[in-house]
């Protein structure tokens, strides 16, 4: 019996390919688009957990000194003193255009379960040790490595794409860094009966694995919000299937009111609307996932670019097939189309046996509905506004963007008919006022597809002011911050010192950029030393500062911090500032530092060189000088000294390549943005197919009294467009206040910085031209079928009158 | 006796809006019996035939079909016995539009779990159905379409056909040819019928005719 009436109302779908393609194609797409983000994330998790284990993170401490290296006797005296130590050299390769990381280890001391290689493991022999060593590389990165005058390529499946490892000789030669290693790993278990290393190595900086591990957490705030717009993505594609599944119940109405009379059990009607429901989500889940492999493999290689450039962590650029993608893929498609179903299946349950036939019932909205929602979504905004007053953190931020737009959302259909309604009053003329009052019958059936429009556009504009506002305060700062003309990198301390000389006699000024790795107030991070100069003070951006900040810098009194620091510590001027626990300074400035995920500090120069002594890094300088001055300095640096490779840049050199890692940041932002925007364009489209064909009704009357095919397909398109400039004025006011909340909550606790906020009418209005533009295109076909329609169509209504 | 009714009482709306449909209403009616009930618009005809067809409850009175008192039976019990032995005939044809003439026509039969292939073939033959058995209630005329929906009522080989206004969509000719076929097709099987009418020629037809005024059989 439960299979009858599943074939019955199954044959309504052969009967309408159209609105089944329109429901498969609606879950597909919400579903590709969660699914595709949760590849991401699952792929960038994977990637972490990788290199965790390769750097023995959790497991080992890792000892570290600044950039001029530990010197091999270290590492010597703590394999005499019995600690189970192994070095470790990183640095960055190019080859053949392409930057990779390159890690130097050595095999026979390295722990077994501290890196990628097990002993034993096949890939270790004798060439992996000898000349010309062995280059370990992932699969996919072989081709690129071969043939580029590199020692040989060997693929394995447990390096990182990006990434090279090899024996620490071979590295040094091909990093020129013979006789310094960048870390040593020491196992910590080991410590009993030893040395401390405190006493032993006292120059050495420790870190723990937890804090070599602090990527994930790092990034942990990138792939939230990824998901949650990956959650949008799916809400905007749900109301295309909500719509889709609504619309079929309505037309399948009378059908089930037939079954019911013919004896059919409310129970199996509800179990055939399941297991129909489950049937087309698996279809849709099964189409979604494939959707969402292919527009995650796309845009997977800059996410990588971007985690790599945003947090230093290394993302293998292709996607593999994982179980949790793929199956909370199902679980979202069968998660959206029961709950879909679940208003179809109420309504089924509760459906009264002898009502007469009112198809699209739902369709007659009352006034009285309308304010009920109206209310409900006044509400659900004062509760949204008030989250930000009574809470705080990431989550608190997200619950505040969802009452927002679930307000909005419910806000839309009332506001578009008072709207309509205000206009009808105002307007003269019978077609008007007939188009007007049309309109608004047509609301409930259209509101679901304009409520996806306005999540789509209210998105659109909220990310596009944030990305905006974000790109113009970092070009700002950019400029603000980068004021040295050039930047030079001394390969070792002798030629530092040379370059200083050299350099201060054929420049303004030279500034040193010297810092040495230190806690900050109890954070790992780097300390600057500065000198006293007007670059500083004249281009500097300061938050907050003292009065006389820099004067207390230079004086070795205070203390500068970078904002995110001084956020996550929730720290005041004046507050004492511990750096490498040794005595502290106050704070006396706060300046932005966008990109930098860890904690900043800019003492004065002198007291870096006291308090770090050799710890320091003082191989930077740079360099003012006229601009044009510039290229013939280059000319002469390169000339005299044998910088090391990066050495020398100049200030647009570094610009450029600051913001080409900011554009990659937001790429998949941006990606996602559009397919959001196509979804609701995709919903529009399908909701006015869908209502197209249950329109003559109302149509024929109109037609037979004297407007033409023609004159009803254009006033059909008006209608769109209409509507689409109206939902674009009620989202662009979401958009700001999502954007305001993006840069003052969200960003502030995923980054730790807050930008202002700038705002971009002339994006808006292009926003508006392609929201008319989508709802014109989605309104052609329809248009254009009804210009098409024979009259004997529009005769038939009034011979099968109801 | 088939069907009986005792007593059959009907209001809609409460307080003081309420409207008394069917006021003490009783009837019987023999196996192979076919009855008309005549009455103006809102007479009570389609209520009457709605509880006695269980698609409705009455406020008082009983009704016992096969010797059974169906008016005590719940939810389901009533759908059973309408899906198995009650066969239903609409003004409004209430086909399914997305199946087939034929899967129309083996609906009823299917959801009993009493398809008889043979049967039906045999329906849609004295139905002149056969051509049209892979076309859609769409293409069919309201002629067509009410012999579908007579043919679907008759696939369950019912006791009691209730039939509403079979022909009040129909012209005379189409409306003479329906009426002919449905008490033919009774006739043959045994069934009872009952049907609600505005015809008197129609009802002029049947073995037994009634007339309903405000809620009253005279």
Not at chain 2, 134 to 162: C, D, F, M, N
């Amino acid at each position: 019996m439960t299979l009858t009436a599943l074939l019955a109302l199954l044959s309504h779908w052969r009967r309408k390919p159209g609105q089944l393609a329109t429901l498969i194609i609606g879950l597909g797409l919400a579903t590709a688009l969660w699914t595709s983000v949760q590849a991401i994330n699952a792929e960038a998790r994977a990637s972490y957990g990788e290199a965790s284990a390769a750097m023995g993170a959790g497991r080992l401490t890792r000892l570290h000194a600044g950039e001029a290296g530990i010197p091999v006797e270290q590492w010597a005296l703590l394999r005499r003193d019995g600690w189970a130590a192994s070095p470790l050299i990183e640095g960055d390769l190019e080859v053949g255009g392409g930057v990779f990381g390159l890690t130097g280890i050595d095999p026979l001391s390295t722990r077994s379960e501290g890196g990628n290689l097990a002993p034993g493991d096949q890939i270790i022999g004798l060439e992996f040790l000898t000349q010309p060593g062995l280059l370990l590389v992932a699969p996919e990165d072989v081709e690129s490595l071969t043939g580029t005058g590199l020692p040989p390529v060997l693929a394995s499946a447990n390096v990182t794409p990006g990434q090279i490892l090899t024996d620490i000789a071979v590295a040094a030669r091909l990093l020129g860094r013979e006789g310094v290693i960048d870390a040593i790993l020491i196992d910590d278990s080991a410590r009993p009966g030893r040395t401390p290393l405190e006493q032993l190595v006292p120059t050495l900086e420790q870190s723990d694995g937890a804090a070599a591990n602090d990527i994930a957490q790092l990034t942990g705030s990138f792939h939230l919000n990824l998901t949650a717009f990956g959650f949008l993505s799916f809400a905007v594609g749900l109301f295309i299937v909500y719509a889709a599944i609504g619309l079929a119940f309505e037309q399948r109405r009378a059908s089930l009111r037939t079954l019911r009379a013919l004896g059919t059990p409310v129970s199996s009607i509800v179990i055939a609307l399941l297991i129909e429901a489950l049937v087309l989500a698996l279809i849709a889940g099964a189409l979604g996932v494939v959707l969402g492999y292919l527009v995650a493999s796309t845009l997977l290689p800059g996410v990588a670019a971007t985690l790599r450039g945003l947090y230093g962590a290394a993302v293998s650029g292709e996607l593999a097939i994982r179980p949790q993608w793929w199956l909370s893929g199902f679980a979202i498609a069968v998660f959206g189309a029961l709950s879909a179903t679940a208003v179809s299946i109420r309504q089924a349950a509760v459906l009264p046996l002898l009502a007469a036939a009112q198809p699209r019932a739902w369709a007659i909205a009352s006034s009285r509905r309308y304010i009920q929602q109206a209310v409900f979504a006044f509400a659900l905004l004062a509760l949204a506004a008030l989250i930000p007053v009574f809470f705080s953190g990431m989550l608190a931020g997200f619950a505040m963007l969802g009452g927002l737009f679930v307000g909005a959302a419910l806000l839309l259909p009332p506001g578009l008919a008072l709207v309509l309604n205000l206009a009808q009053r105002c307007m003269k003329g019978p077609v008007s006022e007939w188009f007007l009052a049309d309109t608004r019958q047509q609301l409930p059936g259209l509101s679901l597809a304009l409520m996806a429009l306005m999540f789509a556009l209210a998105a659109n504009v909220g990310v596009g002011t944030m990305v905006s506002s974000f790109r113009l305060t970092f070009v700002g700062w950019l400029d603000q911050r980068l004021a040295a003309e050039l930047y030079v990198s001394a390969s070792d301390e002798a030629q530092s010192q040379e370059l200083y000389a050299w350099l201060d006699a054929r420049s303004d000024a030279v500034l040193p950029i010297w810092s040495a790795n230190s806690t900050i107030a109890g954070q790992p991070g780097e300390v600057f030393g500065i000198v006293d100069h007007s670059t500083y003070r004249d281009h500097w951006p300061l938050l907050a500062a003292a009065p006389n900040a820099w004067d207390a810098v230079a004086a070795g009194e205070g203390v500068m911090i970078n904002e995110q620091t001084w956020r996550r510590l929730n720290l005041s001027l004046g507050d004492p500032i511990t750096l490498a626990d040794t005595s502290a300074l106050p704070l006396v400035a706060v300046y932005s530092d966008y990109g930098n995920p860890n904690a900043q500090a800019i003492i004065g120069l002198d007291p870096l060189v006291e308090r770090y002594g050799e710890r320091v890094a003082n191989l930077r300088y740079g360099v003012r000088l006229p601009p044009e001055d510039v290229p013939a300095l280059m000319r002469e640096l390169e000339a005299r000294f044998d910088l090391p490779e990066f050495g020398l840049i100049d200030q647009a050199g570094i610009k450029a390549f600051s913001l080409s890692i900011f554009d990659r940041t937001f790429t998949v932002t941006g990606a996602l943005n559009v397919l959001t925007l196509s979804v609701a364009a995709f919903a529009m489209f399908a909701s006015l197919v869908t209502l197209a064909s249950m329109r003559l009704p109302q149509l024929a009357p109109v037609w037979a009294i004297g407007l033409s095919r023609g004159q009803l397909a254009r006033l059909e398109m008006l209608r769109a467009g209409i509507l689409a400039l109206l939902t674009w004025l009620i989202a662009v006011p979401t958009g700001l206040v999502l954007a305001w909340a993006l840069l003052a909550i969200v960003n502030v606790e995923a980054f730790g910085w807050r930008l202002p906020m700038h705002v971009f009418p002339g994006d808006w209005l292009r926003l508006l031209g392609l929201a008319v533009l989508a709802a014109l295109i989605a309104a052609l076909l329809p248009a254009r079928s009804l210009v098409k329609r024979p009259p004997r169509d529009f005769l038939q209504v009034f011979a099968q009158e109801r | 006796m088939l069907l009986r009714v005792e007593d059959l009482e009907k209001s809609y709306g409460h307080g003081p809006q309420s409207q008394s449909v069917l006021r003490g209403v009783s009837l019987e009616l023999e196996a192979g019996e076919s009855l008309a009930i005549t009455g103006e618009s809102g007479s009570g005809k389609s209520t009457l035939l709605h509880l006695i067809g269980l698609l409705d409850q009455p406020d008082a009175g009983a009704i016992r079909i096969a010797g059974e008192a169906v008016t005590a039976l719940d939810d389901s019990g009533r759908a059973r016995w309408r899906r198995e032995r009650i066969g239903l005939v609409f003004q409004q044809f209430n086909l399914v539009p997305s199946l087939t003439v034929a899967g129309n026509l083996a609906l009823q039969a299917r959801l009993a779990k009493q398809h008889d292939p043979a049967w039906i073939q045999t329906l849609a033959e004295r139905l002149g159905l056969t051509e049209y058995l892979q076309r859609y209630p769409e293409q069919l005329s309201g002629g067509q379409q009410q012999r579908v929906a007579v043919g679907r009522a008759l696939a369950i080989r019912p006791v009691l056909l209730l039939a509403d206004e079979p022909t009040g969509n129909l012209d005379e000719a189409t409306s003479e040819d329906v009426l002919e076929l449905m008490l033919e097709l009774c006739r043959d099987a045994d069934t009872a019928l009952v049907m609600a009418t505005h015809s008197t020629h129609a009802a002029g037809r049947l073995t037994r005719h009634a007339h309903l005024t405000r809620g009253q059989l005279t």
